[in-house]
């Protein structure tokens, strides 16, 4: 659906023809062309606050074809982006269409703008509907199906005693609709009219209206749009004047009413979405009319009236609207989704164009207008950029008890857009909000949680681009139950009458148990945080790793999953023998001790793969360590492997492997005898420990005070420190084979 054409008075188009005669046809503007049929425009109130956002994205385009080619005023915009309009090129001014890139002048009709006429729409089949007078009389109006393609007229025809024929739309399938009247000097009659399948016929009345004829003003039908459905809007005399109609299927419904105001419904699109003209008390308001609701289109910041509106099938309205300032302030305007905008605020800054007018869109959001690019009239194309498809991920919260009051639900995602909504069961929700790219907001009413049920939560993105994701699901039921702790968590294979525990929160009296999401069990509520179940016998039989979860009555109840073992208990290591070696070891065979050991047990060192041990006894293993975990210190988790069975993997024991102490001097190397407790020796070197020990001839040990791991004290036993002799030294470290190098201590004998 396309631009909107108002019925004028014969006296509105002799006065208008005699304006055009003095002027040549590329000197009238796009809005004197278009002042023809805006008489009467009243001030518009704003009733919707006006949003300076649009999320989806705007590229324009200068549609000046060839150099000293353009539209002079363009028309209309089919969903194929074919345009058609007042056409200006070299010697020709006329009517022509922009068709695959080209331009075709439409030679047979007349020129255009030195007639009064319209091409007000264009099929996708590049039909378009023509009314144009004569210079001679204007008041006789022929209304022409023009195929495009093809350049073949086909003249609809007159209803008997109406000279002018004026159609004004034109759908898919070629039907066209519009009005036709007479006039003379003391008489005005006008009827709605449909033509289809070569067939003229006038719109019928509500019943029981009388079709009054001259001398009396008798304004009785007019029909102004109609949609690929074949439902048409305008208006129609009714018992109390004239009403607002809805014909579908032929017939002539009124619309709803609107706080007692008079409009007139001008534009509807395929899905039953009508564009009203609202005339409260000296002034005009723009509202569209959706599923019985009135929508408020709203104005822009400092303007007052609006027109040349045009209505597209995905509820996209564009026009143009005036301030009352003199002289008037034009703006072009897009509303969508609720938001009203400048179109010059949608292009990029710096393009250099300066829009004047909006005068039809497509489905695919593509408008058509003309404006200025640099200080020179143009034509302009603003295409959208689509918007991706939205993707949700996740509620928070997912659920609520039945007869809570309104809960606001967070839902993440990606790819949300500014003119995203929430739909909660297939319903737009008005309290959506759009809070970033990966997060929106709604409220889900109470209505929908009083009884237990879900709610599909989706994200919507209008087109272009954009589409629903896929649902979300809030559930109206009893909380979520959580397990905190199973008991016990592992079963010898086999066990017979064996019982589980579970221990946490919101149990029901309802819930069952289900293991693997496949068995389900009923258990026995001990109370809301504790139950008891028996383990299926087929399961307890089975060695493997499990998982369980509470399930409370409703949809999608169940509980995080908490996981037990049906398998022997895991090997134990009592000791390591050694539990500390030297590094630097070529090879080392470790003892390990404990219980649950199998002759097909593997032994682990620090993580790495089992190793296979050279002797199992069922108290011990003898196993080789790696040689390549020998050559440097450190600590090294040891762990006995099984099979799961059998099992699985014990818990670490720690292997230290420790630097050999090294002593590199003593301090006095030279001491007299002497009594006891009287001589301190200091050892200096590296890789003291805080456990290191003093040996004196490897048989004596002492222990010393350690300063650092590079020096320690010690004092000499009387046993030493009174006998006179040549002694060694060393230092020796916890664990195995962990002593220094020896140094010389001399106790000479008493002067």
């Known amino acids: 659906m396309f631009a909107v054409l108002r019925k004028v008075s014969p006296l509105d188009v002799r006065i208008s023809l005699s304006m055009f005669r003095l002027q040549s046809p590329t000197a009238i503007s796009s809005r004197a062309m278009r002042a023809l049929v805006s008489r ?30 353009n539209f002079v005023n363009p028309e209309a915009i089919n969903n194929a982006g074919d345009i058609i309009g007042f056409f200006s090129i070299n010697s020709y001014d006329g009517k022509a269409i922009f068709h695959n890139g080209s331009i075709s002048p439409l030679t047979a009709l007349p020129p255009g703008p030195l007639q009064y006429g319209n091409l007000s729409e264009l099929n996708i089949n590049d039909q378009a509907v023509d009314a144009s007078t004569t210079q001679t009389d204007p008041f006789t109006m022929s209304s022409l199906l023009v ?32 009005y036709g009247y007479e006039q003379s000097s003391s008489t005005y009659h006008n009827v709605a009219f449909i033509w289809k399948n070569g067939l003229l016929t006038q719109l019928p009345n509500f019943p029981g209206v009388v079709d009054t004829m001259p001398p009396s003003y008798d304004d009785v039908s007019a029909a102004y749009d109609i949609n690929s459905h074949g439902d048409i809007v305008g208006y129609a005399l009714g018992a109390n004047g004239r009403l607002p109609v809805l014909w579908r299927n032929g017939l002539p419904t009124m619309l709803p009413d609107f706080q007692g105001l008079r409009y007139i419904p001008s534009k509807i699109n395929d899905n039953s979405q009508i564009l009203l003209e609202v005339f409260p008390p000296g002034k005009k308001d723009l509202y569209l009319l959706q599923n019985s609701d009135f929508v408020a289109i709203g104005n822009l910041a400092g303007q007052t009236t609006i027109s040349e509106t045009c209505l597209n099938n995905i509820g996209w309205v564009i026009g143009r609207t005036y301030s009352s300032d003199s002289p008037a302030v034009e703006k072009p305007f897009l509303w969508k989704n609720g938001k009203i905008n400048d179109l010059n605020d949608l292009i990029p800054a710096g393009s250099g164009w300066v829009l004047q007018d909006a005068l039809a869109l497509n489905d695919s959001g593509v408008i058509l207008g003309s404006g200025f690019l640099n200080g020179q009239y143009r034509t302009y194309l603003m295409k959208p950029i689509a918007a991706p498809a939205p993707q949700a991920a996740g509620l928070t919260p997912d659920r609520a008890a039945p007869g809570s009051s309104d809960v606001t639900l967070t839902i993440t995602g990606t790819n949300f857009d500014n003119d995203s909504f929430v739909s909660l069961n297939g319903v737009a929700q008005p309290s959506s909000q759009y809070v970033s790219a990966t997060q929106m907001t709604v409220t889900v009413p109470a209505a929908l949680m009083a009884h237990v049920g879900i709610v599909a939560v989706k994200v919507v993105t209008p087109a272009p681009g954009g589409g ?85 009555p409703g949809w999608n109840n169940a509980s995080a999953p908490v996981r037990f073992l049906v398998a022997k208990a895991p090997p134990v290591i009592a000791s390591l023998n050694p539990n500390r070696i030297p590094a630097g070891l070529a090879s080392f065979s470790l003892y390990v001790y404990g219980a649950g050991f199998t ?108 300063l650092s791991a590079t020096k320690l004290t010690a004092v000499l036993p009387t ?4 006998v006179a002799g040549a002694y060694f030294v060393r230092v020796v470290n916890p664990g195995y084979a962990n002593f220094s190098n020896p140094q010389r201590l001399t106790v000479s004998a008493a002067p």
């Not at 649009?54 to 549609?63: G, K, M, N, R």
């Not at 004026?166 to 039907?175: F, H, P, S, V």
């Not at 068995?519 to 369980?548: D, E, R, W």
């Not at 046993?719 to 009174?722: L, M, N, R, T």
């Open 40 to 69: 009467g425009t009243i001030s518009l109130v704003t009733l919707l606050a006006v949003s300076p956002l649009f999320a989806h994205s705007f590229v324009i385009e200068d549609l000046r074809i060839t150099t000293g080619a």
């Open 147 to 178: 195929d495009t393609k093809t350049g073949a007229n086909t003249d609809i025809g007159k209803l008997n005693g109406f000279p002018v024929m004026w159609g004004l739309a034109i759908n898919d399938a070629g039907t066209i609709v519009g």
């Open 468 to 552: 629903s994701s896929g649902a979300l699901y809030f559930n109206v039921a009893a909380p979520r139950a959580a397990i905190t702790s199973v008991t016990p968590d592992r079963v010898d294979p086999g066990a017979a009458n064996v019982k589980l525990t579970f221990t946490g929160t919101n149990f029901d009296p309802g819930a069952v148990v289900t293991i693997n999401d496949s068995y389900t069990v009923t258990p026995t509520v001990l109370s809301s945080s504790k139950l008891t179940v028996a383990l299926p016998q087929n399961i307890a039989n089975t060695s493997g790793s499990y998982f369980a979860r509470v399930v409370n």
């Open 599 to 706: 002759g097909a047990s593997q032994v682990s060192f620090n993580g790495g793969a089992p190793v296979t041990p050279t002797s199992i006894l069922p108290g011990r293993i003898v196993v080789p360590v790696p040689s390549a975990l020998l050559a440097a210190s450190g600590n090294i988790p040891v762990r006995v492997v099984n099979s799961f069975a059998d099992g699985g993997t014990s818990a670490p024991s720690v292997l230290s492997i420790a630097a050999r102490p090294i002593l590199t001097s003593i301090t006095p190397n030279k001491v007299p005898a002497s009594g006891a407790g009287e001589v301190t020796i200091t050892f200096t070197g590296a890789h003291f420990e805080p456990g290191s020990v003093v040996t004196i001839n490897d048989n004596i040990t002492v222990t010393p005070t350690v």
């Open 719 to 722: 046993g030493v420190a009174s």
